[in-house]
């Protein structure tokens, strides 16, 4: 059965509860969650989340797993300002603490920008603050994301990400999440040979450290390095090859997560909606 689900908010008082059933509107049978904005760094309690009562709906429909993804304004890479990297490790490792007790196996990451100082200071930074979070105990994976390769951004190359897990001590604790949007954009060819990716991806990694998809349309050509995500069949990619990649037989069992963006509605075009109950109909429905 096709594994997907679309990244759901957590907030108001219903917080994780919420998220569930918004998982469960879209009828998705997976999830991605932020435990709060993606673009700061205030989170609540895990007493005031409301775990359990989320859990006992997840386990009600089935539901077994779900990701959550840290803020992309974390950036372990920044060697220019130490506060930026110090806020990045201790906020992780609160993340870590906090998607263990929601019950999530991984915490997807952005390796991080290395904002002028070269891809080499950049991992080595980053494996810096890897080694300071994961120790053989730590509960949850680090699941580093392929990045489009905008401005700075490291991991646009699984050869960067094999350099990440070379240096880092716990290695065992990371896993990738690759994101169909931002490989198209780093120049991989998901239109024409999502094989061959794997294929690259496995010499490099190994197709087992795969824990996620980022199931994205892109609005921009291959190797555009823009990151601007698009509704499936919207983009450049086209619905075809990301259908091919939601039901590959190599990623059965990896959640596969929408991040595309909500659209204008129809009768009041002001009013954005989300896609994802149509997107993941029509993925269930066509497939290749
Ligand atoms: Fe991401
Ligand atoms: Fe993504
Ligand atoms: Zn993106």
Excluded: W
Aim: proline share 5%; with cysteine.
């Amino acid at each position: 059965m096709l594994l997907i689900g679309s990244h759901v908010g957590m907030s108001g008082k219903e917080m994780f509860l919420g998220s569930v059933k918004e998982a469960l509107s879209y009828h998705a049978n997976t999830f991605m969650v932020y435990t709060g904005a993606p673009q700061n760094t205030r989170r609540k309690e895990l007493s005031e989340l409301k775990i359990p009562e989320a859990k006992a709906l997840m386990k009600e429909n089935g539901i077994e797993q779900f990701i959550v993804h840290a803020p992309y304004i974390i950036n372990l890479a920044n060697s220019v300002n130490p506060s930026t990297f110090e806020l990045a490790v201790e906020f992780l490792e609160k993340e870590i603490t906090r998607s263990a007790g929601m019950g999530s196996r991984i915490l997807v990451l952005h390796p991080g920008s290395h904002v002028g100082e070269g891809t080499e200071t950049g991992i080595r930074k980053i494996t810096e603050g890897l080694n300071q979070i994961l120790t053989a105990d730590t509960p949850v994976s680090i699941a580093l994301e392929t990045m489009a390769g905008k401005g700075s951004e490291i991991g646009s190359r699984f050869e960067e990400l094999a350099e990440i897990y070379e240096k880092t001590v716990h290695s065992e604790k990371l896993r990738v999440c690759i994101d169909t949007c931002h490989m198209h954009d780093a120049g991989y060819d998901v239109i024409h040979d999502f094989d061959g990716i794997l294929t690259a991806f496995d010499k490099l990694l190994g197709i087992s450290q795969i824990a996620a998809v980022h199931l994205n349309d892109s609005k921009n050509p291959q190797g555009a390095r823009k990151d601007r995500h698009a509704n499936l069949g919207d983009g450049c990619i086209g619905f075809e090859a990301l259908s091919y990649v939601a039901h590959h037989p190599a990623l059965t069992d990896i959640p596969k997560i929408l991040e595309t963006p909500y659209i204008p509605q129809a009768e009041n075009p002001d009013k954005k909606v989300p896609p994802y109950k149509e997107e993941i109909a029509r993925l269930r429905q066509e497939k290749p």
